[in-house]
């Protein structure tokens, strides 16, 4: 099972140790799952998990959390960009890294925008979801 974490998730995973998010992450780590990760994905993960306030984290706590996903992750090169595709130009990295790695998944909050991402056999799921797919 594969399984691209968009950032929405991560924040939310730092935010309550009790949700789905964070489940997620815990099951990532057990190597329950797949994550797929490209650098324009890693970077956008430093970005905003570093704004002040984004997560309760010092700065160096953030970069070690990163390295961490780095460190269990399959990493990816995307080949080719599908840009602009959907709503939001920042998930059209989540997208591609899913079709690059042949992942079904991009576990999200914002499923409105990976609505049109079924055209490249790709679908946007909750947390929830995709625990119970697990």
């Known amino acids: 099972m ?4 968009d950032t929405n998730v991560l924040v939310s995973a730092h935010r309550s140790k009790h949700g789905a998010s964070n489940e997620v992450v815990r099951r990532a780590f057990l190597g329950d ?3 797929p990760l490209s650098l324009p994905l890693y970077l956008e993960y430093l970005d905003v998990l570093s704004r002040p306030g984004m997560v309760p984290l010092p700065p160096k706590e953030v970069t070690q959390f990163c390295q961490d996903i780095a460190a269990i992750a399959v990493h ?3 080949h080719f960009l599908w840009r602009p595709f959907l709503p939001d130009p920042k998930d059209d990295l989540l997208l591609e890294l899913a079709v690059a790695a042949g992942s079904p998944y ?3 909050h914002n499923l409105g925008h990976f609505r049109s991402a079924v055209a490249f056999n790709v679908k946007g799921i909750r947390p929830s979801e995709f625990l119970s797919l697990l």
Do not use: Q
């Open 106 to 108: 991009v576990v999200t």
């Open 2 to 5: 594969k399984g691209v974490i």
């Open 76 to 78: 990816c090169t995307i």
């Open 33 to 35: 799952f797949e994550v």
